[in-house]
Structure formats: C-alpha cells, structure tokens
C-alpha cells in the first residue's frame, strides 16, 4: 500500500508540474491511445502499480488541462492546493457521510461549513443544508423542498401521494432559465413545459417592472448569475412581490451566489438573502474537486420532509443527520474539501479568488474590445461574450483556438448572436494567463479574418 501511495503521489506531482506548460486539450493521438484502457475484462487480477500507471501513462496525457489558469471553458472552476489535498485524505478515510454513526467527521465537517456559508454568503442564520452532487441536484432538492411546501400548505402530502390529484402548483421561471433547473422539474413531476416564463432584458436579467400576480402555489426560479453574461436578476423586488402572494422564490445562484462572499460584487446579490431556497456549486467557483453541490433551504424542515426517510436499521441521532437532507442515502463526505477550502481561504482568500476572477474577465474584455472585436455583455461578473464577426467567423476563430492550445474558450448563442463564451473561474488564473490568452485569441482572430479576405 505505501508504495502504492508514494507512487501515485509522484505521478500526480508531476501531472501538477506540467499543468501550466501542456496544452489545455489532448492530442488526437493521446485520445486514440485511450483505447489501450480497455480490452476484454482481464480474467486474472494485477498488480495495483501496473493498473496505476496505466491509468496514469494512458490516462493523464487525454485529460482537458481544466486545473490550470488558461482553460475558461464552460464554468469551471479548478482546485485548490487545500481541497485537492484533502480529497487525498478523504479517499483514504473512504467514510459514508449519509450518517452521523457512520462518519463522525463527516458530519461534523457539514455543521461547521454550513456556518461558514451561511455567513460567507450571507444565507438567514435559519438555513440548513444538503450536500449533494452539483448544481442540477440542488436545484432538484431545493425545488423538491418548495414542492413539499406548498403542497403541505394546501393540505397535500405530495412524498405519500404523489401528485395526481394534488393541488395544482405554477411554475414561474425566467426566459433564461438554466436547463438545469428545467431539468429538475421535470424530475419532480412538475414539467418542463408547464410553466410561465419571465421575459428578460438585454442583460437576461427577468424585467420587475411587469410581474404577474402569483398565489401561494407558486414556485418562482429566478437566477444569480446567469449562465451568459454572468448578471443578476433584480431578486429585492421579486421577492418582495412574491411574498406577498405567499409564493416560494428559488434561486438558482450555481457560480453567482459566490459574488455575495466578494464584497465589491455583494451589490449584485442584493435581495437574494430573501428568498427560500438556494443552488449552488462548490466545484465551480469555490475551486473543489467535483460532485460538490449545496442545496440552501430557509426552513430546513422542508428539505427535510422532502428527503428523510426511515428504516428500523437506520440509526438517526439527535443532531443533524446528513442523509435527511439530500436524495442519496449513500455517499462521499462532501464537506471535506468544502472545509479544506474555507479554511485554507479565510473570508479574505475568498473574496480575493472571486474578484481576482471578476478582475481577470474585466481585463480579458478590455485586450479584445481595445482591438475591435464587439463585447456583448456588460461584464459584471467573471463571463464575457464576444463575437469576432458573423457567425461562421466566430465559429471558425473558437475552434482554431481550440486546436491552438493556448487557452480553450466555448461557443454560446446570445441574443440571436454567435460569441465565444470566456469564463474565468479557477484560483490558478493570473495576468499573465490572461495576457497570453488574449494574445493567442487576438493572432487566430487576425488569421481567420485575413483568411476569410483571400
Ligand atoms: C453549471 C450550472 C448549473 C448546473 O450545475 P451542475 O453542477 O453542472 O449540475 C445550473 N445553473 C447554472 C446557472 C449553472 O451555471
């Protein structure tokens, strides 16, 4: 086992060592080579070093270099020394946090984050939490605990019978909505299709000024940070009108709830201290490895009576018991690398890593609106969108810089419009990551401009 374990930490020393130099996607040859992890089963075991190091030789040169500064794809965020180093720990613990009896730690681990989150991002002190995979399951579990709420209101016990027959429930959702959260409404019976959707601004934040009325079966999702152009919706007004009414507002803050830890962006977040429920990732923007998504809930005893379940051999104590908050039963301790991170961080360290990020967009931004090309989106947080022409011109310049190798940035649709989509979200980024980034956008740009001309 030690061998083993000095032999793995070398060959993960060395993957980390060259992260800043590779380029960010493999070679089409190191991607054929894949093929070499597979074969029949083997009929006879082997040694564990030779396993590893066919993980490792085959394996590491066919990865997407998404841990280093220059990969602003998606949104994506790397990870931090601190958590990368405690998931080492947390793999060889091997605990199941569904129960305090099974992980002491673990749940410990969970009650202390859930204080610095609450705090970090500035959730009512009532908050409670699941820890579950990422974003879509916490928008799933924060949607199934506002479904129980509701429906519990209007004399419906929707966990024993299920919803024909309930109460109808309306789904209201902004027209930018996060497939995501779509996504979960269809998993919770409540469809994809069924709702009332919100028209937007040119930001794609939801238009206040002509709200519908809502009633008190109602779920309202609005978003903190979306998924384009990084804005915001005006959540003091929503949430305002839809108390009133007695509906539930949901917000779907995946990498934009981070802002409220950053205080030169917590203006952003205004309002959204309001609402019942929260999603959002720490594999993005806090910079933990993934399968680390937080499902905020205002009253907890929603979430609750939402996922608890009960079984003579199940052994819950009196504290909080982590599987009543999450729909797993099984599962990683989660918090780990969540604590690792905070800890490491400090109040400070966070909100340096999201407006270091926030900064780094503003100045990518700058280099290619200084040498012509048209940013589409206000750029208030850490996504920028920019467009190089027409859009088989915008298409050709993301996927020459994809096989360039410098930095690698997605294609997105804003608008009607075709851009290329920057995210910068990981720890690792620096000045000098974006500098030659928006140097080797600026040369393919150039190239397929002076191209298309001939
Ligand atoms: C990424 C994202 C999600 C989904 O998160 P996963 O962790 O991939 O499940 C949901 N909403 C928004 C706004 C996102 O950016």
Known sequence: MKDLLLDASARAVRYVS???TRRITPHPEDIARLTALGGPMPEEP?????VLALLDDIGSPATVASTGGRYFGFVTGATLPAALAANW???VWDQNAGMRVMSPVGAALEDITLGWLREALGL???TGVGFVTGATMANFTCLAAARH????RAGWNVEDNGLFSAPPLTVVVSDEVHVSVLKALSMLGLGRTRVTRLATDDQGRIKSDSLPAFDDRTIVCIQAGNVNTGAFDPAAQICAHAHRYGAWVHVDGAFGLWAAAAPRRANLMAGFADADSWATDCHKWLNVPYDS???????????RSAMTVS?????????????QYTPEASRRARAIEVWAALR???RRGLADMIEGNCRMASRFAGQLRTAGYSILNDVVLNQVLVSFGDAAVTKRVISELQNEGTCWCGATEWHGQTAMRISVSGWATTEEDVDQSAAAVLRVAGSVSQSGAK
């Open 18 to 20: 060259g992260i800043g």
């Open 46 to 50: 082997c040694d564990p070093r030779t």
């Open 89 to 91: 720990i947390a793999g």
């Open 124 to 126: 009512p002190p009532s």
């Open 149 to 152: 709420a509701l429906l519990e």
């Open 293 to 303: 998504g937080l499902a905020f809930v205002r009253e907890p005893q929603h979430v």
């Open 311 to 323: 079984a003579a051999y199940l052994q819950a104590s009196d504290l909080r018991e982590p599987y």
């Open 344 to 346: 490491s961080l400090g």
